[in-house]
């Protein structure tokens, strides 16, 4: 006959009560470890959400001034009337996405207005200080045949506004440098 010893616990051995016993402290651990984890990743998740908006919002102001300035380089800026409203047409284009501004419509991205659409050429060059007017031909010299006249539609100072994050101290908004397309023109 096997004699077996009993400890106390009810049968349990020492290693046995002390593995139960660690298993009990241990209980809500992961919890504790989770939620410290968890703030951290949603700050970086946000982050990376924000910046996704931020470069899809500068994909569409980007694709926008190109279309508007392929509706303008087709007019001919030293026939004042068409061209002036060739620019109207592509200010609303650009901010909009048609070629009309009817009131109330919403832009394409939130706070772009046509007060950020600046229209260049030869004999418009003020509205581009930074350009000069051999800048928007393909000579430095002459207007004969040879030459090709340039069209620059930019945007300048749009800001993107974030969505906002508390307490992480990161800004409200970001302006983008200036948005430019250029075309041949007539």
Do not use: W
Not at 70 to 96: G, I, M, W
Not at 108 to 129: E, M, N
Not at 159 to 173: D, K, M, N, R, V
């Amino acid at each position: 006959m096997i004699h077996t010893i009993q400890f106390k616990g009810y049968g349990a051995s020492r290693y046995q009560r002390r593995r139960q016993h660690r298993r009990q402290r241990q209980v809500g651990a992961a919890a504790v470890e989770f939620s410290l984890v968890l703030i951290p990743l949603l700050i970086l998740a946000f982050g990376i959400v924000e910046y996704g908006r931020a470069i899809y919002h500068y994909d569409i102001v980007a694709k926008s001034v190109r279309a508007a300035s392929r509706l303008v380089a087709a007019y001919d800026p030293s026939d004042s009337t068409s061209f002036s409203d060739a620019a109207t047409q592509a200010r609303c284009l650009a901010v909009f996405g048609k070629t009309t501004c009817d009131t109330g419509a919403t832009p394409l991205a939130p706070g772009l207005t046509t007060s950020h659409i600046k229209i260049c050429t030869r004999s418009s060059v003020a509205q581009c200080p930074d350009l000069r007017t051999t800048d928007l031909q393909n000579v430095t010299t002459g207007t004969g045949t040879g030459t090709i006249q340039l069209v620059v539609v930019r945007i300048d100072g749009y800001q993107f506004g974030f969505l906002g994050l508390p307490l992480t101290g990161a800004g409200t908004s970001l302006q983008f440098n200036t948005i430019s397309s250029v075309m041949r023109g007539l």
